[in-house]
């Protein structure tokens, strides 16, 4: 079994640290953290991480006892370095004493190739050394939908920033990915190159349709948080059904979407329903939890 929190609130400040303490581990203790977040662009969550939520985050890291943090990131389609200022990631970093790294600007000797066995992606992917070679990883996200072929960009979805927009001779890894029928199984395909040990997602607000930029909101009023990926995108895509999402999303079983069964196929964690349970604090919040179950059951 594997344990995922679920709070029902609207600050998502408060959200984070009970989440966090509610799932009663630490893995980040005495570590050197590599934290990522959801920065495609600097819009509003949930098109982007909540920079409120990533300085609670950081903070609770530090009272774990992280050695050190780094954020590490690349944007799309939006510019990185400019995201980073717009978001106030640099400001906060003065703030709080955590490092950046723009992965946009490394070097391509800072990037691994790997070719997956049985693959969609044509001749591999590069993916960033960094989290490839990471002491220990903490992820953030939103919970929404995508409208270019990934159907939903939650944490499995949020690696594609870790492999660069193109490969060494110039070809677009971001155009193979979003011009590929295989696109939710190639998504999932890039989350071999790494584990993370501690996710965050950031349900205060929600896209049921649109995304990863804009689309239509609901305020789901949830922060999740959890070890496992595929636990982790199952309850997110089972918090977007209950809000009204697209077909693409409501159609058959949670673990039949692609990005979900693919992953599964990848031994990237659960592999049904019955292997999570959820965690809750409150009468609140556990309602939420028992209308998730019955999505997940579905």
Known sequence: ?????????????????????????????????????????????????????????????????????????????????????????????????????????????????????????????????????????????????????????????????LVPRRNLDGKSYMGELHGSPNQRKMIAEINTAFSPDLIVMDGVSIFVDGGPDEGTRKEANVIIAGTDRIAVDAVSVAILRMFGTTPEVSEGSIFDQEQIARAVELDLGVKSPTEIELLYNSEESENVAEKVKIELEK
Request: contains cysteine; glycine residues 8%; aromatic residues 6%.
């Open 1 to 161: 079994m594997t344990k995922i929190a679920l709070i029902s609130t609207n600050d998502r400040e408060k959200g984070v640290t009970e989440a966090i303490k509610l799932l009663g581990i630490n893995p980040v203790k005495g570590k050197n953290v590599i934290l990522k977040p959801n920065f495609n662009t600097a819009d509003p969550p949930p098109a982007s991480t909540d920079i409120n939520l990533l300085k609670s985050l950081i903070v609770k890291l530090k009272e774990m006892g992280a050695n050190s943090i780094t954020v590490a990131e690349r944007s799309g389609p939006a510019d990185t370095a400019e995201v980073f200022e717009k978001k106030g990631l640099n400001k906060l970093s003065e703030g709080l004493g955590f490092k950046i790294v723009n992965l946009a600007e490394v070097p391509v000797g800072e990037y691994i190739h790997f070719r997956l066995k049985n693959s969609h992606w044509e001749e591999g992917f590069l993916f960033a050394k960094i989290y490839h070679e990471a002491e220990c990883i903490v992820e953030t996200g939103c919970i929404k939908t995508h409208q270019y072929g990934g159907h939903f960009t939650l944490s499995l979805k949020n690696a594609t920033g």
